[in-house]
Structure formats: structure tokens, C-alpha cells
């Protein structure tokens, strides 16, 4: 309910300030699992897709937002509730896994589970490397991919800013990537071919400039 409430209140608003871009929402199958994958550029990402796509998509998000004390943490919690975010432990020894296992789950339950196989947004707005996270999610949970291409959503919440600010925003859903092609494939090979032909995807709805290389976390930033 808290979710039905809190997206009848929130895609309204954010479309009348906004007014986003919406390309290809017919490719997000609308029924069973799905992984949506997108390039990564602001923290507000994982609230922008959520509210553009045509099913609930869950996202991770640090279990912190549901701790808080008062009426600021009552605040947070619920709104991270309302739209559709999964907490999970990042300073855990196993946060990399069990966040993979949170998603699994998601999946499993027919439901849609969005990621970033960059792992942290791109400071510089480059296109780094992918993590194999999402293929490994696929294979597992045997669900397409649709490759997500979000553009200007880092002028909303630059790195460092605490308050929103109006952007043109652009969402585009690429066409779903199967599992089949990667059947008999040694694991570890699928994992990587199937990781690089999401990111061959999203370069190609976004038009970012690639980078061969991970993108890592730098010293002394906070992680998304």
C-alpha cells in the first residue's frame, strides 16, 4: 500500500518538474523476472528509473536509510519503502554476495531488480568496465536483461550536492538480452561475453565515451 501511495504521489510530481524522456518502454517485459541494467551517473538514478518504468523495479540500497532515529529517519524509511528499495548491508564481509543473493531473490519472485554493472556511479561521466554481478544474476535466475541509458541525471544531483535541482533527464530501455546464446558456454566466459554485450548496449543508448579499465570508488568518497 505504502508503495501504490507513495508512486501515485511521486510519478505525477516528478514528471511535471521534470518532464523526462521516455524512449522504449515496450521492451520491459511486463510480467516475470528481469534484470533492468543501467549506466550510472547520481545518486538519484535509482529513484529516476523506478518512477519511469512501466513495473516496479527494486533496487538496493544501505540498510542505514532504514535505522535513522525521529522524524527524519520515519521519513526516510518510508520513502525508501515507497519505492520499492531493498535494504542491505554493505559493511558486511560478505555485503558483495549477499547483495547478489538479495537480487536473486527479487528475481526469483518474478519481480524486476535493477542494477548498475559499473558498481558506483562514473564521476567523470565516462563508461567504465562491468562488473559480472548482472550476468551472473541472469544465468542464475535464467531472466533476460534490458539494457537501461539514462542521460542528465547527474545535472540533478551532481557528486556532492544534498539538494535536487531541475535537469533534462533522458530514460531510454534498450532491447531485452537473453539468456540462450549463453547456454554451454564455460561459466565464467558467459559471465564476461554476456556482462560486455550489456555494456556494448547501454554505450549504444547513452553515446558515453568507454573505458576499458573498472571504475573504483576514490579515496575518501562516499560510495553509492
Avoid: C
Amino acid at each position: 500500500m505504502l508503495y501504490s501511495l507513495g508512486r501515485g504521489v511521486l510519478v505525477p510530481l516528478s514528471h511535471v518538474l521534470y518532464r523526462p524522456t521516455i524512449e522504449g518502454k515496450e521492451n520491459v517485459p511486463r510480467q516475470g523476472g528481469v534484470i533492468l541494467a543501467s549506466n550510472h551517473l547520481s545518486f538519484i538514478d535509482s529513484i529516476a528509473i523506478p518512477l519511469v518504468s512501466p513495473r516496479r523495479v527494486r533496487f538496493l540500497a544501505k540498510e542505514e536509510y532504514w535505522t535513522g532515529a525521529g522524524a527524519k529517519g520515519l521519513l526516510q524509511k518510508g520513502f525508501f519503502t515507497a519505492i520499492g528499495m531493498v535494504p542491505v548491508n554493505r559493511h558486511s564481509a560478505t555485503a558483495a554476495q549477499e547483495s547478489l543473493d538479495k537480487g536473486l531473490e527479487v528475481l526469483r519472485a518474478g519481480d524486476a531488480f535493477g542494477i548498475y554493472p559499473e558498481g558506483t556511479r562514473s564521476r567523470d561521466g565516462r563508461l567504465y568496465r562491468g562488473r559480472t554481478g548482472v550476468a551472473w544474476l541472469a544465468l542464475n535466475a535464467q531472466v533476460p536483461v534490458v539494457p537501461v541509458g539514462l542521460i542528465g541525471t547527474q545535472h540533478i544531483q551532481p557528486v556532492g550536492a544534498s539538494v535536487p535541482k531541475l535537469a533534462k533527464v533522458t530514460v531510454r530501455f534498450g532491447t531485452p538480452i537473453g539468456v540462450e546464446a549463453y547456454q554451454g558456454m564455460p561459466a565464467g566466459r558467459a559471465r564476461r561475453q554476456l556482462t560486455d554485450d550489456v555494456m556494448d548496449a547501454i554505450a549504444g543508448l547513452t553515446g558515453q565515451e568507454r573505458v576499458d579499465a573498472y571504475n573504483e570508488v576514490p579515496a575518501g568518497a562516499a560510495e553509492d
